[in-house]
């Protein structure tokens, strides 16, 4: 059974950085499809940033060039690097895994974390 620990999350001034961490346990030999997301309070869930099992990665429009996804086989991590952070990056951000491609996408995740809260505000 996949696990997946989230950690990093704070409050932060507009401008600041912060750096995600997600603690992957119980993976097999399958390449997995990981990725982030996030929801803001009163809205769905939203794709932010994913490593796809090919070894790509992609991001969503609002964050590219300010967010870095990075995978961390040493320590078995999924980072997340937020510089220039807005008050519209305030929210819950998941941790995600999927066994299948293209998992930038809620109906593709088979597993989640619990979730760590980024507020953004001066």
């Known amino acids: 059974q996949v696990q997946l620990v989230e950690s990093g999350g704070g409050s932060v001034q507009p401008g600041g950085s912060l750096r995600l961490s997600c603690a992957i346990s119980?993976?097999?030999?399958?390449?997995?499809?990981l990725a982030w997301f996030r929801q803001a309070p009163g809205k769905g869930r939203e794709g932010v940033a994913v490593?796809?099992?090919?070894?790509?990665?992609s991001y969503g429009a609002s964050v590219q060039d300010r967010f870095t996804l990075s995978r961390d086989y040493t320590r078995n991590t999924l980072d997340l690097q937020l510089n220039n952070l807005k008050p519209e990056d305030t929210g819950t951000y998941f941790c995600?895994?999927?066994?299948?491609?293209?998992?930038?996408?809620?109906?593709?995740?088979?597993?989640w974390g619990q979730g760590t809260q980024i507020t953004v505000s001066s």
């Open positions: 995600a895994a999927s066994k299948i491609s293209r998992c930038l996408d809620t109906s593709r995740v088979h597993y």
């Open positions: 119980g993976v097999t030999y399958i390449n997995y499809c």
């Open positions: 490593r796809d099992r090919d070894g790509t990665t």
